[in-house]
């Protein structure tokens, strides 16, 4: 927070030097690169594509690539629900360094905020993913980033956690949350980690066993959640019902390809940018996005307000790589953030160039108007026809229904115009895009789809918005 430029640069220099010799920094001698404008100019910005034949090397046995030290463990992802999975590698320095470090912070930040928490007493619930042998031989593993970071967790952790590992590791997640509901459901429970989406299922089925309204009666000093990877907004109602009501909540970014932000303060959405885990970040803004020859940022060239694709250099081997989110400052002393999208996460297909903090904004406020409450919705475009306007049609799974859906999607509309000007210019008298279609999906709708494309677990995630219809079809499929 004190020195955020120097530590940067601290970092930038480090990961070159120890990689000069790697496959990798003699393809782009490293060994000659002496200022962040010097690696820009050499190294170009990447996407998974463009380093999988480095990683799928890796898995094979070869070292020193893009990375000095032996990697072995591969964080398997998707992003979002994707067909094709990306392997990202994890160095022993990126668990240590990053990911460890994250964790510690977060508790120390959290204590710090909170001195009279009694965290520590009763143990912490993990909703973790899994992992296996990434081939025959054994030479690599694959899994969720929270599962390798279980694997490698020290020993004295496990005596402060529940379920059990071998449950936490399982694959199939209808009987891994049955089996964790009604182990867990008699420990003294304080805190626990996790998706919402997956925590809240959880949640229910063991209230359900509990025959009990809320958790407070199964697990009275319960005091935390803390979660990360999608937008909590829409899911905070249905916590509050269920939860007791001094609840506290602590939103992380983190991902398979590193840790970067923690809630500091506890009334406000935004996270602090964690700036010393091994990564060195620049920012591209979001109209350079496609350009040819893109001009990234360098942490004191941000402004606030400004959307930013995210580019991340990593402990664990990865150059100037693109990861598919995009963030907005909200402050430059210290620097902190909020995450304001996917760079493929959006809906553009008219020019309304409509991101996903938007679309939360507006569904919240839609939820507020009318009483509603959401378990999940995706927004694809409805295009162009001889007879009609383009428009964007909402699939929403409510957990309570609105008590009018034509004010729901009216609210809904107003809100999204006055968010975003160009959504509005578009809108003006229907000429380009017509009123939104909200369509209520039964419940269940989503889980069936996620279920049937095998995408059940913690990594896995509704896309929020897209750019095509995809998804939208496969959804309306499953009915």
């Given at each position: 927070m004190k020195h955020p430029h120097e530590v940067q640069q601290d970092w930038f220099r480090i990961l070159i030097d120890v990689s000069t010799d790697t496959e990798w920094g003699k393809k782009y001698d490293y060994g000659s690169i002496n200022t962040p404008e010097d690696f820009q100019k050499r190294v170009p910005i990447n996407d998974y594509e463009a380093?999988?034949?480095?990683?799928?090397?890796?898995?094979?046995?070869?070292?020193?690539?893009?990375?000095?030290?032996?990697?072995?463990?591969?964080?398997?992802?998707?992003?979002?629900?994707?067909?094709?999975?990306?392997?990202?590698?994890?160095?022993?320095?990126?668990?240590?360094?990053?990911?460890?470090?994250?964790?510690?912070?977060?508790?120390?930040?959290?204590?710090?905020?909170?001195?009279?928490?009694?965290?520590?007493?009763?143990?912490?619930?993990?909703?973790?993913?899994?992992?296996?042998?990434?081939?025959?031989?054994?030479?690599?593993?694959?899994?969720?980033?929270?599962?390798?970071?279980?694997?490698?967790?020290?020993?004295?952790?496990?005596?402060i956690r529940t379920p059990d590992r071998s449950i936490s590791l399982m694959d199939e997640w209808e009987s891994k949350i049955e089996k964790i509901a009604r182990i867990t459901i008699n420990e003294d429970v304080t805190n626990i980690t996790g998706v919402p989406s997956w925590t809240l299922l959880l949640l229910k089925r063991i209230l359900d066993i509990a025959g009990k309204q809320n958790m407070i009666d199964v697990w009275p000093n319960l005091e935390l959640f803390i979660h990360g990877g999608v937008n909590f907004a829409p899911y905070r109602d249905q916590f509050e019902k269920i939860v007791p009501p001094k609840m506290n909540y602590l939103?992380?970014?983190?991902?398979?390809?590193?840790?970067?932000?923690?809630?500091?303060?506890?009334?406000?959405?935004?996270?602090?940018?964690?700036?010393?885990?091994?990564?060195?970040?620049?920012?591209?803004?979001?109209?350079?996005?496609?350009?040819?020859?893109?001009?990234?940022?360098?942490?004191?060239?941000?402004?606030?307000?400004?959307?930013?694709?995210?580019?991340?250099?990593?402990?664990a081997g990865l150059w100037r790589y693109l990861i598919g989110d995009t963030i907005r400052f909200t402050s430059l002393a210290p620097y902190r953030i909020v995450i304001a999208g996917r760079t493929k996460n959006f809906i553009n297909s008219v020019g309304e160039e409509l991101m996903i903090d938007n679309a939360e904004q507006a569904i919240s406020l839609a939820c507020e108007k009318t009483g509603a409450t959401i378990n999940e919705y995706t927004a694809a475009p409805v295009y162009f026809n001889d007879n009609e306007n383009a428009a964007h049609e909402w699939l929403i799974e409510f957990e309570a229904l609105p008590n009018e859906i034509e004010l729901f999607t009216d609210t809904l509309d107003q809100a999204l115009k006055q968010l975003n000007s160009d959504y509005e210019a578009k809108r003006y008298r229907d000429m380009i895009l017509r009123k939104p279609i909200v369509k209520v999906m039964p419940k269940g709708t989503f889980y069936k789809w996620l279920k049937q494309k095998g995408k059940l677990g913690g990594q896995n995630k509704v896309p929020r918005l897209a750019n095509d219809r995809k998804y939208v079809d496969e959804i309306m499929a499953v009915l």
């Open positions: 380093l999988k034949p480095y990683i799928e090397r890796l898995q094979k046995g070869e070292s020193n690539l893009l990375w000095p030290t032996e990697i072995k463990w591969f964080a398997k992802s998707s992003g979002t629900t994707a067909d094709k999975s990306k392997f990202i590698p994890v160095s022993q320095e990126a668990i240590e360094e990053c990911h460890f470090k994250g964790g510690k912070d977060m508790l120390s930040i959290y204590c710090n905020n909170y001195p009279e928490t009694r965290l520590f007493s009763g143990k912490v619930l993990g909703l973790t993913g899994t992992h296996n042998f990434g081939d025959e031989n054994a030479s690599w593993y694959q899994g969720d980033v929270s599962a390798i970071l279980l694997e490698n967790l020290p020993f004295w952790v496990n005596l939103e992380t970014y983190n991902a398979s390809e590193g840790f970067f932000g923690i809630q500091d303060r506890t009334h406000s959405k935004e996270m602090l940018l964690m700036l010393d885990y091994g990564i060195y970040y620049e920012f591209l803004p979001i109209d350079e996005l496609g350009n040819e020859n893109p001009k990234t940022l360098q942490l004191h060239e941000v402004k606030t307000g400004e959307v930013y694709g995210l580019i991340i250099t990593t402990n």
